[in-house]
């Protein structure tokens, strides 16, 4: 797994994972667990990570930057 996005909040990381998801892309947040139970300043600096395998890496940029275009992201 490549880690492709890193997050403040799990909440922008959810949404991600939900449109990568939606593509067909497997999303995975390994931090999604600790991200829930911690208090946010436990991620500053290292961030809320979300990975895609190898051969999904240039499927799932491509979906963010349409992302970033819309200001979904």
Do not use: H, K
Request: cysteine-free; charged content about 20%.
């Amino acid at each position: 797994m490549i880690t492709v996005a890193q997050f403040s909040r799990l909440q922008d990381a959810l949404v991600l994972r939900m449109a990568l998801e939606s593509a067909g892309i497997a999303a995975f947040i390994p931090d999604e667990n600790m991200a829930s139970l911690a208090p946010p300043y436990l991620f500053v600096g290292t961030g809320i990570r979300l990975q895609v395998t190898e051969e999904d890496l240039d499927a799932a940029q491509a979906i963010m930057a349409d992302m970033r275009n819309d200001s979904a992201l």
